[in-house]
Antibody, heavy 120, light 107 residues
Framework: QVQLVQSGAEVEKPGASVKVSCKAS????????MHWVRQAPGQRLEWMGW????????KYSQGLQGRVTITRDTSASTAYMELSSLRSEDTAVYYC?????????????WGQGTLVTVSS | DIQMTQSPPSLSASVGDRVTITCQAS??????LNWYQQKPGKAPKLLIY???KLETGVPSRFSGSGSGTDFSFTISSLQPEDIATYYC?????????FGQGTRLEIK
């Protein structure tokens, strides 16, 4: 069965960077994209970007361009999301989400979420 | 970016009630809309895709309809386990964007 297991909670200071991992199992990692979506406390879901795990191509939200980097390690079936120059507004739960084979924008498998807290 | 507006922001209903949530897009998105259920402390779960198609394994009491800019999501007979926040998501344009959510409570 498909599983996405994310790394644990992080506490970072403003200006620092954070890197969250998402280990996939139960399917061929390179056959699917991986998206990252975040949710600040009490807020709506916000799409951050995605990586084609097969060819390593990425696309990012314009609002996060320059601060977010999504990478993958095919040997470990793991995707990573790194966010730099952290601000208090980046405090959120970060999710990886795998799309359906029929549509890159139908997220049918999600990780459990990783809470990132930005605080001095 | 396409703005998605859900209503109502919260809803209180009784077990067995028919519940409807609406989602309006700021521009025509044809049928490129999904609906998710999110329970507290959990990741979202896909329920409806392409506006009206039921995801495999999702109970048939859930349904979706609409096209263009106006969409609706219905639970035909509310069950206690349906208590959650529901989000619409458009994917006609990148970035995909979500509604602000509708929090559903039991009366």
């Amino acid at each position: 069965q498909v599983q996405l297991v994310q790394s644990g909670a992080e506490v970072e200071k403003p200006g620092a960077s954070v890197k969250v991992s998402c280990k996939a199992s139960g399917y061929t990692f390179t056959n699917y994209a991986m998206h990252w979506v975040r949710q600040a406390p009490g807020q709506r879901l916000e799409w951050m970007g995605w990586i084609n795990a097969g060819n390593d191509k990425t696309k990012y939200s314009q609002g996060l361009q320059g601060r977010v980097t999504i990478t993958r390690d095919t040997s470990a079936s793991t995707a990573y999301m790194e966010l730099s120059s952290l601000r208090s507004e980046d405090t959120a739960v970060y999710y990886c989400a795998r799309p359906n084979s029929g549509s890159n924008w139908r997220f049918d498998y999600w990780g459990q979420g990783t809470l990132v807290t930005v605080s001095s | 970016d396409i703005q998605m507006t859900q209503s109502p922001p919260s809803l209180s209903a009784s077990v067995g009630d028919r519940v409807t949530i609406t989602c309006q897009a700021s521009q025509d998105i044809t049928k490129y809309l999904n609906w998710y259920q999110q329970k507290p402390g959990k990741a979202p779960k896909l329920l409806i895709y392409d506006a009206s198609k039921l995801e495999t394994g999702v109970p048939s009491r859930f349904s979706g309809s609409g096209s263009g800019t106006d969409f609706s999501f219905t639970i035909s007979s509310l069950q206690p386990e349906d208590i959650a926040t529901y989000y619409c998501q458009q994917f006609d344009n990148v970035p995909p964007t979500f509604g602000q959510g509708t929090r559903l409570e039991i009366k």
